[in-house]
């Protein structure tokens, strides 16, 4: 059975084998035709079959399903060949290493860093050295904000600390031929210090809050730096019909002396100065700037009287002054006011778009606002919403405000030495508080003032809202420009990227040809360039709304980025840069009229500036020099001689991109500020030159119209 039961197995296994044997074969002669033809090809064309070589061995690269083909020549990518040759671009890279500010400088050989190379400079020595830490920019005087008007308010506020203690209610100034002098009437430098407190930083009484509270000035510093950057510089100190005076010339102690006095005069502090040409450069004082200033002072220190020259500042009603000065009649409703203890402010509306304020810590002005500023702004709005039981929005309640705010802080922290801004963030509370209370106060008081605030309000609301409506049909056209707005060659930095972006610029040039020699010369950095297609339209008198019907106006605003907001904005200056011809001119008003009657704030708060190139290029083989000015070709034709030749550049795009750089670089750029001496003459201005009273217009210029032998060709 057991034999049977095998040989059946067997035979069962025998019995399924064929069908194996079968697959077997048939793949075997399909491998064997594979391999005799693929033995076939390759006795042909010598050639391994894709996945098969010569010997039938199976490659692995053979899994992709085509070989690359090799192009024919015909097929081939043309070589490149770069737009310039060798030799060009040689050239303009010696073009460009030759205006290099540090080409010219004598090449030294680096010495040994050794013990012997540490140098120590005396405090007065640094601030020469250093002045910008100090005093901000240097300047000629054309700016308000240069050095040599910086000078004059650190003495100034040494006379106002006094009077804030309490000490002496007038103060002196003379301002003549460069030379300042400043008395006040205080209680005088200690006689045994007078040398120390001028000369020796982080000496003085700012220090000590019993002496003084709310002090104005750079803590200690300022005197030092008057001191140090002064050519000439005298103090003299009475007490008690004693006196000590000292004379420095930049910053060396040149004589000192104490005795009593033979006539006795009042208590206080005399100084004068006359600023260094070997730091400032040929400069001079405009008075505009300095009266502006003592008019601030007056403002902000009431039973104070300041005499310049002869004539007398003094105020009465603080910031309520200030804003009556600044616009006149042109309010919707009285001037209102408060004045607390530390803290006061005035305020009022207008029709004018935006935002004006007149910030002020101590008596300091900060331009650039501050915390102060903000938590106004943030009181305000509470107090306005309190009283009239609403819930209306920033933008509504602010439009057309105009304000001054006054904030006395025991400790002042100021973002920069020159004190443009306040970083205190524990007063924030006090004065929303404050604001809110003084603001809901004045309004019970003053009905009527109180309904035509709130008629402004609901029409800032109305306005709004059909604003909303223009820009929701303009949606589409913003989106495609907040990628791309086609006039705008934008640089790398803006204002939000801190302190890379505090040099920012936007050049508004006019047409192609200037914008392209522009584009070529810039520092793409920080340098954007916006391109006019020529004038754009007057909008004196036009609304809001009007700006996004104007499609190159509308680009503009979406390029500085203060659709929203001036906050917003995305650039440190507004450089206006025209061609210096009648039309360059009127396109120039045309630009300032839309800023002044939109943005006013951009302009007041010094954002707007007008780029100034050379009039004339005056050369011989030797030396180019640049002018400004016909003075200033007159004497560089009479330094050059007789064979110079003298070109006028009327055109941006007449002057040459290598050429061009040097008059927008930060070392050489020569910016003029657009400057308001008061608000209220906005108004008057834009009514006369961009209204509708065209023959008034016609008149003035014909009365004022030059002759061909007054005009200098």
Same mark, same amino acid.
């Given at each position: 059975m057991g034999g049977i039961k095998k @040989? /059946? +197995?067997?035979?069962?296994?025998?019995?399924? &084998?064929?069908? =194996?044997?079968?697959? #077997?074969? !048939? %793949?075997? $002669?399909?491998?064997?035709?594979?391999?005799?033809?693929?033995?076939?090809?390759?006795?042909?064309?010598?050639?391994?079959?894709?996945?098969?070589? @010569? /010997? +039938?061995?199976?490659?692995?690269?053979?899994? &992709?399903?085509? =070989?690359?083909?090799? #192009?024919? !020549? %015909?097929? $081939?990518?043309?070589?490149?060949?770069?737009?310039?040759?060798?030799?060009?671009?040689?050239?303009?890279?010696?073009?460009?290493?030759?205006?290099?500010? /540090?080409?010219?400088?004598?090449v030294k050989k680096a010495a040994d860093y050794g013990d012997d190379q540490i140098k120590h400079l005396d405090a007065l020595e640094h601030i020469r050295l250093r002045s910008g830490m100090y005093i901000g920019r240097l300047g000629d005087g054309s700016n308000q904000n240069d050095g040599i008007y910086v000078l004059v308010k650190e003495v100034i506020d040494n006379s106002i600390d006094e009077f804030i203690m309490g000490h002496g209610n007038r103060i002196d100034v003379e301002i003549k031929e460069n030379r300042v002098k400043v008395r006040d009437y205080g209680r005088g430098i200690p006689l045994g210090k007078v040398v120390e407190c001028v000369s020796q930083i982080n000496t003085g009484a700012k220090y000590n809050d019993d002496v003084f509270q709310f002090s104005v000035g750079m803590n200690g510093v300022g005197t030092k730096a008057v001191n140090a950057l002064s050519s000439y510089f005298r103090v003299v100190s009475i007490r008690d019909g004693k006196c000590t005076e000292a004379v420095f010339e930049r910053g060396k102690l040149k004589s000192n002396k104490s005795g009593v006095m033979k006539n006795p005069q009042p208590d206080g502090t005399y100084f004068e100065f006359v600023p260094d040409v070997e730091i400032f450069g040929k400069y001079s004082f405009n008075?505009?700037?300095?009266?502006?200033?003592?008019?601030?002072?007056?403002?902000?220190?009431?039973?104070?009287?300041?005499?310049?020259?002869?004539?007398?500042?003094?105020?009465?009603?603080?910031?309520?002054?200030?804003?009556?000065?600044?616009?006149?009649?042109?309010?919707?409703?009285?001037?209102?006011?408060?004045?607390?203890?530390?803290?006061?402010?005035?305020?009022?509306?207008?029709?004018?778009?935006?935002?004006?304020?007149?910030?002020?810590?101590?008596?300091?002005?900060?331009?650039?606002?501050?915390?102060?500023?903000?938590?106004?702004?943030?009181?305000?709005?509470?107090?306005?919403?309190?009283?009239?039981?609403?819930?209306?929005?920033?933008?509504?309640?602010?439009?057309?405000?105009?304000?001054?705010?006054?904030?006395?802080?025991?400790?002042?922290?100021?973002?920069?030495?020159?004190?443009?801004?306040?970083?205190?963030?524990?007063?924030?509370?006090?004065?929303?508080?404050?604001?809110?209370?003084?603001?809901?106060?004045?309004?019970?008081?003053?009905?009527?003032?109180?309904?035509?605030?709130?008629e402004k309000i609901q029409h800032n609301e109305k306005m709004r809202t059909e604003l909303a409506s223009v820009k929701k049909q303009m949606k589409e056209a913003a989106k495609k420009m907040s990628i791309r707005i086609p006039k705008l060659d934008d640089c790398r930095y803006h204002l939000e990227d801190g302190p890379?972006?505090?040099?920012?610029?936007?050049?508004?040039?006019?047409?192609?040809?200037?914008?392209?020699?522009?584009?070529?010369?810039?520092?793409?950095?920080?340098?954007?360039?916006?391109?006019?297609?020529?004038?754009?339209?007057?909008?004196?008198?036009?609304?809001?709304?009007?700006?996004?019907?104007?499609?190159?106006?509308?680009?503009?605003?979406?390029?500085?980025?203060?659709?929203?907001?001036?906050?917003?904005?995305?650039?440190?200056?507004?450089?206006?840069?025209?061609?210096?011809?009648?039309?360059?001119?009127?396109?120039?008003?045309?630009?300032l009229t839309f800023f002044l009657g939109y943005f006013e704030e951009l302009v007041t708060s010094g954002r707007v500036y007008i780029l100034e190139t050379p009039l004339f290029r005056v050369r011989n083989k030797k030396e180019n020099i640049y002018c400004y000015s016909e003075d200033e070709r007159d004497k560089a034709q009479a330094k050059l001689g007789k064979s110079c030749e003298t070109s006028r550049f009327k055109g941006l795009g007449e002057i040459n991109p290598s050429e061009f750089r040097q008059f927008i670089s930060p070392e050489s750029i020569h910016l003029t500020p657009v400057e308001i001496s008061q608000l209220k003459i906005i108004p008057q201005l834009l009514s006369f030159y961009m209204g509708k009273n065209t023959p008034e217009r016609r008149k003035f210029i014909e009365n004022n119209l030059l002759t061909n032998s007054e005009i200098d060709a």
């Open positions: @040989e /059946n +197995g067997e035979k069962a296994v025998k019995a399924a &084998a064929p069908k =194996k044997t079968a697959v #077997k074969t !048939a %793949a075997a $002669k399909t491998a064997a035709k594979t391999t005799a033809a693929a033995k076939t090809v390759a006795a042909k064309t010598k050639k391994p079959v894709a996945g098969i070589d @010569e /010997n +039938g061995t199976f490659r692995a690269w053979d899994n &992709a399903k085509t =070989k690359a083909k090799t #192009k024919p !020549a %015909a097929e $081939k990518e043309k070589a490149f060949v770069p737009g310039t040759t060798a030799a060009e671009a040689a050239k303009k890279l010696a073009a460009a290493k030759a205006i290099d500010p /540090n080409a010219n400088a004598p008075m505009e700037f300095v009266e502006k200033r003592i008019w601030n002072y007056a403002y902000l220190n009431t039973g104070l009287t300041l005499r310049l020259n002869g004539q007398n500042f003094v105020s009465q009603n603080g910031l309520l002054d200030l804003l009556q000065k600044e616009l006149e009649s042109d309010t919707l409703y009285d001037i209102g006011s408060y004045t607390g203890a530390h803290l006061q402010f005035a305020f009022t509306h207008t029709n004018a778009y935006g935002e004006n304020y007149f910030s002020f810590v101590n008596g300091q002005y900060t331009s650039d606002g501050g915390t102060h500023l903000n938590a106004f702004k943030e009181g305000f709005l509470k107090g306005v919403n309190d009283f009239f039981h609403a819930n209306y929005k920033s933008e509504d309640v602010r439009d057309g405000i105009t304000a001054a705010i006054l904030a006395k802080v025991k400790d002042p922290v100021f973002e920069s030495q020159t004190k443009n801004k306040l970083g205190n963030t524990d007063i924030r509370q006090w004065i929303i508080s404050e604001t809110q209370s003084g603001l809901d106060d004045w309004l019970h008081k003053n009905p009527k003032a109180a309904q035509r605030l709130q890379k972006g505090e040099n920012s610029m936007v050049f508004i040039t006019e047409g192609q040809s200037a914008s392209g020699v522009m584009t070529h010369s810039r520092n793409a950095d920080y340098q954007a360039i916006f391109s006019l297609r020529g004038k754009p339209e007057n909008m004196y008198g036009k609304k809001q709304t009007d700006i996004y019907k104007n499609d190159e106006l509308h680009q503009l605003m979406m390029a500085l980025g203060i659709e929203n907001s001036v906050e917003n904005l995305r650039y440190s200056k507004i450089v206006i840069a025209t061609d210096a011809d009648n039309d360059g001119f009127h396109i120039r008003n045309l630009v």
